[in-house]
């Protein structure tokens, strides 16, 4: 099987020897190749939808029948049992991430690891994650056609500054030539909608103001 250099990257970043749950599993591509490679003794996969999930039970029938894989048809973290100590959510935009984490907050408490692969929104999802209980024990910046940011939080406190949380304090002491890549394509486009002449001078001063961060970013990491 092959997968996609972002869950190649995913699965790397698991917690080995941890039974995992991979949330919104699609096809189970990445249970699959967790449990053909034995990096976790079991699994849990779950997608909302009928098309999706049948598929999955296809793809992970083998491991189902050997009682090594749960699967569930349902929303997010419900019925997750309390087992699976790492919690994969991934292929999702940051604000839904978000939404499924505080929806089934009290859960947490069960939870060692957390490995999030949002599309956006990646400051809100670690003050969100700090602020109940977690630190960041990784980071990777994958491009893909897009820029992706996989973030590895683990059970533990440990704080951080704005600046930390805004670009990921792993990202700032790695500096990864694809996390350095994203905030440069993201000044040129930003550079690019300057030049917008309808544009409102309250927009223009919220993209100016991005570009400028993002500046003192790639400066900072000179």
């Keep these: 099987m092959k997968l996609s ?35 976790v003794p079991s699994a849990y996969a779950s997608d909302n939808k009928k098309g999706p999930f ?43 991430i978000g939404e499924i984490i505080s ?18 929104k990646e400051k809100e999802i670690r003050n969100l994650l700090v602020n109940h209980g977690f630190r960041i024990k990784d980071e990777n910046v ?12 683990e059970k533990g406190s440990q704080n951080y500054s704005e600046f930390e949380l805004k ?9 990864d030539q694809n996390f350095i890549n994203k905030y440069q394509t993201r000044i040129n486009s930003n550079k690019e909608i300057l030049v ?3 544009l409102t001078n309250e ?4 993209v100016k103001s991005l570009i400028e961060e993002d500046f003192y970013l790639l ?3 000179k």
């Design 167 to 175: 670009y990921g304090p792993i990202n700032l002491m790695k500096k």
């Design 196 to 198: 917008n002449p309808h």
């Design 54 to 96: 049948s598929r999955l039970n296809e793809n992970l029938k083998k491991y189902i029948d050997l009682g090594l894989v749960e699967t569930n048809l349902s929303d997010g973290l419900d019925n997750l049992p309390c087992k699976y100590k790492t919690v994969v959510i991934a292929g999702m935009g940051g604000e839904l």
């Design 203 to 206: 927009r223009k001063q919220e």
């Design 103 to 120: 929806k089934n907050i009290n859960l947490l408490e069960n939870i060692e690891y957390l490995l999030l692969a949002p599309h956006g």
């Design 142 to 153: 994958i491009f893909e056609g897009h820029f992706y940011e996989i973030i590895l939080f």
């Design 5 to 39: 250099k972002r869950l190649l990257t995913i699965a790397s970043m698991i917690p080995q020897g941890i039974p995992c749950a991979d949330i919104g599993s699609d096809h189970g591509l990445l249970v699959e190749y967790l449990l053909n490679n034995k990096l």
């Design 219 to 221: 400066n900072s990491l």
